[in-house]
């Protein structure tokens, strides 16, 4: 499962509604290779189901990963931060073993 905190849930309702996105769209999260720990987070609102998603449903967040992200993702939790220090969506994910200085890449 993917969990999505209450920061990162208000903040996928007002990007939907400031980007007019699709009210049946979701939120797909992935894994690829790159960035400086060696794989990089991944993530887009998409109306387009696959054969090998997974689909998830948290406080109302629809999150969808193909099989292979998910073995990456079991057990991140989605959040949103906004302050001086950043703002973005951030994944805590507790398979990583090491996490770049942004948190956009990570390594297991």
């Known amino acids: 499962m993917i969990r999505v905190s209450d ?18 769209a979701f ?8 960035g400086c720990s060696g794989l990089t ?3 887009d609102f998409d109306t387009q189901l696959e054969d090998d998603d997974k689909v998830f449903e948290d406080k109302g967040v629809q999150i969808v990963v193909d099989k292979k992200s998910f073995l ?14 950043g703002k973005g969506f951030s994944f805590i994910n507790p398979n990583a073993n090491r996490t770049c200085g942004c948190g956009e890449s990570f390594s297991i």
Do not use: P
């Not at 939120?27 to 790159?34: H, M, N």
């Open 72 to 85: 990456y993702l079991v057990g991140t939790e989605l959040d949103y931060a906004g302050g001086l220090n």
């Open 41 to 43: 987070y991944l993530m």
């Open 27 to 34: 939120i797909r999260v992935g894994v690829k290779g790159g």
């Open 7 to 24: 920061n990162a849930k208000a903040q996928v309702v007002k990007l939907k509604d400031d980007q007019s996105v699709a009210q049946e």
